[in-house]
């Protein structure tokens, strides 16, 4: 196969999180050379091949096979993939098929490298990603075998190919806050102690406030309210109490102890209770990387493009390779149509990703 016969193969696999659908057994056999581990939990198949060229680096390339449920809206089945002005529509072309088809080929055709090439499979990473991605690393950990550099094939580019790399994502934090009050009857205000009057009074000084400035690669860290909501949905009686959700997409200045202080500073003379959970941990893998500047060239190189180095969007399994202190980054096709009906990308998109993998390959 060529890499885009590899790609419409692999868009025909109805691999639903998490389901692979035989996805991952159709790539143990493509790349027969390599050395082939499954490590499966629960309802998850996770595949991690390992090819030994020499003694130096190991490189790995990480994604997934999954894809989210198709929806409504599509013009034609989104499991039979359909060519047409330029483009291959079907579920999961830009997120994520489109990049392990193009490192599939990368690593079947790869004759001279230094050390050891990898390829790390899910078919977990739509979902809630417990089993997947986090589940090999731990069996990597306990063989001493992690990689010592990644790239991780998910859609990156904005406007064309070539534009953006991926050098490190914002964690997510999740908050509940609940306020405490006392019901009562809405004509005896005075004999009731109304949660929602109190936490009206804060809203302006929290809604969408950014927690620090941010810095050169990340955003400010914003605290969104997500969802309030207190009473009975009658007019005559006042609630007990409040509760408030938010999120905040965190960069690598602010933590949880930074957001507790902060409703704190706002809530303190309330009687409250607030419960946080953090997602996903932000991480940032320096410019000066021998990955990062290893990929960049190889974009020049292909496309010509002057790549922007981002953080921007929700997270992914990068988070976790990083966790084990990998330089990873990541960089794919277009994201325009990711999740949305008829997501597409361009057969040129998927040859010049084959291409940047090539040469990140050869000059490694």
């Known amino acids: 196969m060529d890499t885009i016969e590899l790609f419409v193969k692999l868009l025909s696999f109805k691999s639903i999180t998490p389901e ?9 056999d493509y790349l027969d050379d390599f050395s082939a581990e ?28 999954d894809v989210v449920p198709p929806g409504d809206g599509w013009q034609s089945d989104p499991f039979v993939p359909k060519y047409e002005d330029g483009y291959i529509y079907a579920r999961g072309a830009q997120d994520m098929k489109s990049g392990v088809a193009a490192f599939v080929q990368a690593c079947k055709e790869a004759k001279n490298f230094k050390g050891t090439l990898s390829v790390l499979l899910t078919s977990d990473e739509e979902g809630e990603a417990r089993h997947g991605t986090i589940e090999v690393l731990k069996h990597l950990k306990e063989k001493d075998f992690l990689p010592d550099y990644a790239i991780v094939a998910e859609p990156t580019c904005e406007n064309v190919f070539g534009d953006a790399i991926k050098i490190g994502r914002r ?20 004999k009731a102690l109304n949660p929602i009057h109190k936490v009206a009074q804060v809203l302006p000084h929290i809604a969408g406030v950014d927690l620090d400035d941010g810095d050169e690669f990340f955003a400010p860290s914003k605290f969104v309210i997500t969802d309030i909501r207190a009473g009975m949905e009658v007019t005559n009686v006042t609630p007990g109490k409040l509760k408030m959700m938010f999120n905040v997409r965190n960069n690598t200045k602010t ?22 959970a953090q ?4 991480f940032l893998t320096q ?15 292909v496309t010509g493009v002057d790549p922007k180095y981002s953080t921007a969007g929700g997270t992914s399994d990068a988070r976790f390779l990083a966790e084990y202190g990998i330089d990873v980054v990541e960089f794919g096709v277009r994201n325009d149509t990711i999740h949305a009906p ?18 990140v390959i050869s000059c490694f």
């Open 287 to 301: 410019k000066d990387s021998k990955i990062v500047k290893t990929i960049t060239g190889a974009i020049e190189s």
């Open 255 to 276: 933590d949880k102890a930074k957001i507790e202080a902060f409703v704190d500073r706002y809530f303190k003379d309330m009687n409250y209770i607030l419960t946080l």
């Open 279 to 282: 997602s996903a941990t932000p």
């Open 342 to 359: 008829n997501e597409r990308t361009t057969p040129e998109e998927v040859e010049g990703l084959k291409k940047v993998f090539d040469e």
């Open 171 to 190: 964690g997510s934090i999740n908050g509940v806050i609940e306020k405490i009050g006392r019901q009562g009857h809405a004509a005896y205000p005075e």
């Open 20 to 28: 692979d659908d035989g996805a991952l057994t159709f790539i143990r």
């Open 38 to 65: 499954w490590v499966n939990k629960v309802n998850v198949k996770n595949l991690f091949l390992y090819k030994k060229f020499g003694e130096g680096p190991h490189l790995c390339f990480a994604g997934h096979v």
